[in-house]
């Protein structure tokens, strides 16, 4: 069983920041591509960044300029740097581990923006 480990999540004013964090094995971290989804009351979930060993891309239009993905090899984890924080920004944030046909989640978390 993969585990894939999130942290970081809360309660932030708007204009506010988090980090969420993502440990995964380390054979998982090194082949797979890492990156964070994000599901929202009464959306689909959405692709949010992605990153692998050269690449570190934010997909998601409405956080450009505000979030960014990065690693840590020695530390085997992934993080979502948060600015600039937004109501609409809520949800459960999941990091996800994909190479393949194979995808691993981690268990979600809540990260919820006030005005």
Request: with cysteine; aromatic share 10%; hydrophobic share 35%.
């Amino acid at each position: 069983q993969v585990q894939l480990m999130e942290s970081g999540g809360g309660l932030v004013q708007a204009g506010g920041s988090l980090r969420l964090s993502c440990a995964t094995p380390r054979n998982i971290f090194l082949a797979y591509r890492m990156g964070w989804y994000r599901l929202a009351p009464g959306k689909q979930r959405e692709l949010v960044a992605t990153s692998t060993t050269g690449t570190a891309t934010v997909f998601l239009e409405s956080v450009k300029g505000r979030f960014t993905i990065s690693r840590d090899n020695a530390r085997n984890t992934v993080y979502l740097q948060m600015n600039s924080l937004k109501p609409e920004d809520s949800g459960v944030y999941y990091c996800n581990a994909h190479l393949s046909n194979r995808d691993f989640w981690g268990q979600g978390t809540q990260v919820t923006v006030s005005q």
